[in-house]
Every structure is written in structure tokens, then in C-alpha cells.
């Protein structure tokens, strides 16, 4: 049974991460919130391949995969043992420990629209038929809320301009609450 989130936290700034199916908007929103919320940004994909933290090649989807334990231990320092104020994002979440995160918000959108920005960026029929299944099955909000405490958990549609624009006024509102010592409640 997930902890409490209140139990674990004795951070300063609220750490939030943004995850979901690849092309929800995850990178989107992270950089708004960390923007808004003067947060540091930090797009677990692109530090793993910055920093040589990968461990191989998956050819059949096309994407380097992620060395986990150089990753966690990178992460470490900036989330575990921080006084917060980070906005990851990744898509998926249960490898993370749950008491990095005060809020995890899971980002989802309608199929189509999902395949067409996948197409847009020229992935690979089997690499979109893979992700837009992933969306169908709901497997990133279902991996969250195996994970994370109940009310840590926020599932947000991604699918317009105006979509993005309320999740970052709603995660902004959270980490202001949390900043005020309300706890993000
Ligand atoms: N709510 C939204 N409304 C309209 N377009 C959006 C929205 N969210 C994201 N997009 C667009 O969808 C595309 C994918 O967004 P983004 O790169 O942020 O997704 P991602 O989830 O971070 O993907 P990945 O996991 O592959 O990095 C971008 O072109 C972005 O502008």
C-alpha cells in the first residue's frame, strides 16, 4: 500500500513529476511548470543521453534505453536529497522511489490525436502502434496509481493548447499551496 506523501516529505519546494505515453506533452508542460513556478526542468531522456547514462539500443523501437541504476543515482542527488523544486518528466513512472514525488501527474490523450504527433515526428509505424496501444490501455495511469498514493495522482487530459495552459495553472496552483505550507492539499 503506498505511503502518505505528507509522511516522507520534508522539503522546502515541491518535487512533481509529469509522466505518460510518449507525445502526451509531458516535455510541453514540464518546461511551462518550471517556467511559472521557477522549477528546474529536468527530462530524465534527455539527461540519461547527455550524460552517458544509456545501456543499449532498442532497434525495434527505436529509442536508446535508459541504464536505470546510473539514472536513479543521478536522480538521487538532485531529488532524494534536495530541498526539491524539480519538474521531471518520463514516461513511466514506477521505477522512481515514491518518496521523491509530491504530485504525479499523468498526462493522456485521445488516439488519434496521439498518432498524428507521433507521425509528425516521423517514428516508425510499429513505434507509433506500440505507444497509441499503450494510450488505448490507459498503462501509464495504471502504473501510477500501483505507485504512488491516491492523492498524489492526477490524470489530465493533454489534447488542446487550452488543456495544457489549465494543467499547468493546476499543477502552478499545487506547488504555490505547497510553497505557502499548505502542502499542496
Ligand atoms: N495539450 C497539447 N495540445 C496541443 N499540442 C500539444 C499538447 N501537448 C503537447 N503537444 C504537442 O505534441 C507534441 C509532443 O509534445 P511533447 O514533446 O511535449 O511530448 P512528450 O510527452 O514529452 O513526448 P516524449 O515522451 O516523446 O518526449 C509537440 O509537438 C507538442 O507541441
Known amino acids: 500500500m ?22 502526451t506533452g509531458k516535455t510541453s508542460l514540464a518546461e511551462r511548470v518550471a517556467a511559472a513556478c521557477g522549477m528546474h526542468h529536468y527530462d530524465v531522456s534527455a539527461v540519461a543521453k547527455r550524460e552517458d547514462m544509456c545501456e543499449s ?6 529509442t536508446h534505453v535508459i541504464d536505470e541504476d546510473k539514472v536513479l543515482d543521478h536522480m538521487e542527488e538532485k531529488l532524494g536529497a534536495s530541498d526539491g523544486g524539480i519538474v521531471a518528466d ?8 515514491e518518496r521523491w ?19 509528425a515526428r516521423g517514428y516508425a509505424e510499429a513505434k507509433i502502434t506500440k505507444n497509441v496501444e499503450c494510450e488505448i ?25 487550452e488543456q495544457m495552459e489549465a494543467n499547468e495553472a493546476s ?13 499542496g492539499a
Not at 539500443?57 to 527505436?62: H, Q, S
Not at 514525488?101 to 507521433?118: E, Q
Not at 498503462?139 to 492523492?151: G, T
Request: charged share 25%.
Open 2 to 23: 503506498p505511503k502518505s506523501k505528507s509522511a516522507a516529505t520534508p522539503r522546502a519546494r515541491p518535487n512533481v513529476l509529469i509522466t505518460g505515453t510518449p507525445g
Open 101 to 119: 514525488y509530491d504530485l504525479v501527474v499523468v498526462l493522456t490523450c485521445d488516439n488519434s490525436i496521439l498518432y498524428d504527433r507521433l507521425a
Open 137 to 161: 490501455f490507459q498503462a501509464i495511469a495504471e502504473e501510477a496509481r500501483e505507485s504512488y498514493a491516491e492523492d498524489v495522482v492526477r490524470v489530465c487530459a493533454s489534447e488542446t493548447i
Open 171 to 183: 499543477v502552478k496552483a499545487f506547488v504555490d499551496a505547497f510553497d505557502d505550507g499548505v502542502g
Open 90 to 97: 518520463y514516461h513511466s513512472c514506477d521505477l522512481f522511489p
Open 57 to 62: 539500443f532498442d532497434e525495434d523501437l527505436d
